[in-house]
């Protein structure tokens, strides 16, 4: 069910949940001091309790309230704000004494924040102030880019704030500091040259217990279809998700599910999960996914989604 911005806001400050458009993918929105509200969201996604919530503000200048005095890298800080907020990145940073829910934490030290870009994200925010949001998709399965996906996991009557398809389609990329030193948590919308450009020096890996992103299980944006990756399977499988630029040989024609060109990233990303839903729309049972793909710009993030899309 569509709503306008004026009812979302109500909604909200009322203490229910709404699906928000955000310029990355649709999330599921609370008001951060409503607890009842965040708890339905698990309840809703069939998310674990031990997978935190991403933080959604308005300005830079609210995280002060919630950043702990023991952070120590704040010029890195401010750098990457200016550079990328508001937009597809979200910056998990050690919180203070905490004004922040366990819930919302997931009982960690540390928080995850953004500032979204999308105009309506940014109207809403600031009538409602800090929104806590996953991605608006059952847990696993691909998240939602387009008001429809929403409805197909949560239902026709679960009240959407439309913006559109999104324009980017990936999850924002995370970022965090262990041991005084940037790690890149989560793969995304913003690459991450990108982050190295800014920050002047290499971003480290995720790897190790410190730094892991709870919600970075292998299996993940997965569709009913079981995906395949094996290149020999291809000749019977049939069915393809790859490029149209590519050639792909099967037994009979190949029936390709596009995502466009080998040369175009953001396009790729932005119908990534579009097409692996139509997969299910379409009652496809296998398809092969052609992962040869290219090292720059947002490729590894789309390579990780598929990745973790055919994990079993
Ligand atoms: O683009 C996005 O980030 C979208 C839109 C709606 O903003 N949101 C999104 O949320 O992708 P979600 O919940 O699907 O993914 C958030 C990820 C999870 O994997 C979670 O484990 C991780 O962020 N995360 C949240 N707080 C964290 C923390 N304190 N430390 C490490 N990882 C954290
Ligand atoms: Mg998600």
């Not at 079981?226 to 050639?247: K, S, Y």
């Amino acid at each position: 069910m569509l709503i306008a911005l004026d009812q979302a806001v109500s909604r909200l400050q009322g203490g229910e949940i709404v699906a928000i458009a955000t310029e990355t993918v649709y999330g599921l929105a609370a008001r951060i001091d409503r607890p009842r509200a965040i708890d339905e969201i698990f309840f809703r996604k069939r998310r674990p309790q031990s997978n935190p919530l991403i933080i959604h503000l308005q300005y830079f200048e609210q995280i002060s309230r919630y950043l702990s005095p023991a952070f120590e890298n704040e010029r890195e800080l401010l750098s990457l704000s200016q550079a990328f907020w508001p937009g597809p990145l979200t910056l998990v940073l050690p919180v203070g004494d905490s004004s922040i829910p366990d819930s919302v934490r997931a009982g960690l030290p540390t928080a995850a924040f953004r500032i979204p870009a999308h105009p309506l994200a940014r109207d809403l925010l600031q009538q409602t102030g800090p929104l806590v949001a996953p991605s608006a998709n059952l847990s696993g399965r691909p998240s939602p880019t387009n008001p429809e996906h929403v409805e197909i996991d949560f239902g026709i009557d679960f009240p959407i704030l439309d913006g559109g398809p999104c324009s980017s389609g990936l999850e924002s990329t995370i970022l965090g500091w262990y041991l005084g030193k940037p790690h890149l948590m989560r793969k995304g919308a913003i690459g991450h040259k990108e982050l190295e450009r800014v920050l002047g020096k290499p971003l480290f890996e995720i790897g190790g217990k410190a730094v892991q992103c709870p919600g970075c299980s292998s299996m993940h944006y997965a569709p009913r279809a079981r995906l395949i990756t094996d290149p020999n399977q291809l000749w019977h499988i049939g069915v393809v998700v790859g490029f149209e630029d590519r050639a792909y040989k099967t037994k009979g024609n190949a029936r390709l599910f596009s995502l466009g060109s080998i040369q175009d990233d953001l396009r790729a990303a932005r119908q990534l999960f579009a097409i692996l839903r139509s997969l299910d729309a379409m009652g496809i049972e296998e398809a092969f996914v052609d992962l040869d793909l290219p090292k720059w710009g947002l490729w590894p993030a789309i390579c990780d989604r598929l990745t973790r899309a055919s994990a079993r």
